[in-house]
């Protein structure tokens, strides 16, 4: 044995380098090993419970022991393990899965294209934007404006646009033409006395000055998660989607919807782009596409964008991107299942009203001396702790808090995340009243111990 719980957390400590993790803090405390999991719980090798208060990675919506999934993969693997898309060959499932994207696609929608991972995805998106613009005659139009705070993944260019300062220092990222503008998060950056309104006016106004100064016709797409995940669960202040996509709109640049945390229900519509009037030429969907039981991303593309790729290929006689695992059909099976599953169970409006449930639920603690704000749409929240709720400040530095109020949560049985100082709430789409009751406890607890602690 070593001084970890158990040989595995040991062998763990040895072998493995964690995604998102200090790998030298890791040789002291070792890894949490979750063994199993069971509706929106998982189990640790210790035998403990814990309720799944951010869906894994914001992704299981049919919680962690879904039958039909592991049937629709077993059925697969049975049939056709593997097969790829390249040079013309295809398979059911790849297909089916990209009809009912189409079909699902809040806006008309052409053509899909499918890659493993969220990352991945938006890698695509930019190379296929840059491939567009260079086979229409608009080669200088190659530029990308997304947002601080703004996660869209860690591959080079999806890192490019993600505008986290952990995914860039020490990276070498962003690329020269990746720009970002303000996080519209009202409560962090609205001046004194600014309404939402106002302040959607005054982001609205930064976009178009970095359109003019760059010049519009240098910028390609403007990229955005229709509601801010990773970055912290940032609720768009009313009108900021309408103004900002005017401004799209006059010069000429591409809306893409970045759907891989808001698609499929998280925000009480099917897709995030619903909730907040987008009409995107493109957008991205990955993790509740197939509850994360397998890796899979989708890019779905307008007329107007394929129809540029669809030249180009046919001028250079190949489409020279796509990855071995495009379209596998394992995910693409379990994928297409998981829409079944969603669709009908009715889960969109279920996890709607699970949502308010929840909203109301976290509003309670508004007048916590703890809580500085609230926020959230349907099933997905976050609540931001400050130390002064009059100056916002946080204890000693900046993610204190946070860190702190997840590990009691944790202690207590429930895995949430701290972004910062805000926690965030994302459970599966299947979690029952009692089940969200059960995460507001768990949280109510955890915030009266770090009360206690911070004094
Ligand atoms: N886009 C958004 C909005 C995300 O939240 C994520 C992951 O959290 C990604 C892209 C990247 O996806 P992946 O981790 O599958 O590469």
Not at 24 to 52: A, M, S, T, W
């Amino acid at each position: 044995m070593n001084k970890y719980n158990s040989a595995l957390a040991g062998k763990d400590v040895q072998y493995q380098l964690h995604p998102y993790t200090d790998a030298i803090l890791h040789q002291e405390v070792g890894p949490l090993i979750i063994e199993r999991g069971e509706g929106v719980y998982v189990f640790d090798d210790q035998g403990k419970r814990y309720i799944e208060a951010m869906s894994g990675l914001w992704s299981v919506a049919l919680g962690f022991s879904n039958q039909r999934l592991i049937e629709a993969a077993e059925r697969q693997l049975r049939t056709l393990p593997f097969y790829h898309l390249f040079s013309h060959k295809s398979h059911s499932s790849s297909i089916e899965l990209s009809e009912k994207l189409i079909e699902l696609a809040p806006v008309p929608m052409s053509k899909v294209f499918l890659t493993n991972s969220g990352s991945e995805a938006n890698d695509t998106v930019v190379k296929l934007i840059w491939y567009r613009n260079n086979a229409i005659g608009k080669p200088e139009k190659k530029k990308f404006i997304s947002r601080r705070n703004a996660y869209h993944g860690i591959t080079v260019a999806s890192a490019s646009l993600t505008g986290l300062p952990p995914n860039q220092r020490g990276f070498d990222v962003p690329l020269p033409g990746f720009y970002h503008v303000s996080c519209p998060h009202h409560y962090r950056y609205a001046q004194d006395g600014e309404t939402e309104e106002q302040f959607a006016d005054r982001l609205a106004d930064e976009l178009e000055s970095v359109i003019l100064s760059e010049g519009p016709e240098t910028i390609a797409a403007f990229y955005g998660e229709p509601l801010m995940g990773a970055g912290g669960v940032i609720v768009p202040p009313r009108t900021y989607w309408e103004k900002v996509q005017a401004v799209c709109r006059k010069y000429d640049i591409l809306i893409v919807a970045d759907e891989v945390i808001c698609g499929f229900g998280r925000t009480g519509n099917m897709f995030g782009c619903e909730t907040f009037g987008i009409t995107p030429d493109v957008m991205v969907v990955s993790k509740q596409l197939s509850s994360s039981y397998q890796p899979i991303a989708a890019v779905l593309v307008n007329d107007t964008v394929f129809e540029g790729i669809a030249d180009q290929s046919h001028a250079f006689g190949t489409l020279g991107h796509g990855f071995t695992g495009t379209g596998h059909p394992v995910a693409s099976a379990v994928a297409l299942e998981n829409l079944k599953i969603i669709e009908e169970e009715r889960l969109v409006e279920y996890a709607a009203e699970m949502g308010d449930l929840m909203q109301a639920g976290l509003a309670r603690f508004k007048s916590h001396p703890l809580v500085g704000e609230v926020r959230g749409h349907g099933l997905i929240a976050a609540v931001e702790l400050v130390a002064n709720r009059s100056t916002k400040a946080p204890l000693d530095v900046a993610g204190k808090l946070g860190k702190f109020l997840a590990g009691r949560a944790q202690e207590h049985g429930m895995i949430t995340r701290a972004m910062g100082d805000s926690i965030a709430f994302c459970p599966p789409l299947i979690s029952t009243q009692e089940e969200i009751q059960l995460v507001l406890d768990t949280f109510g607890r955890a915030l009266d111990d770090t009360a206690r602690w911070s004094g």
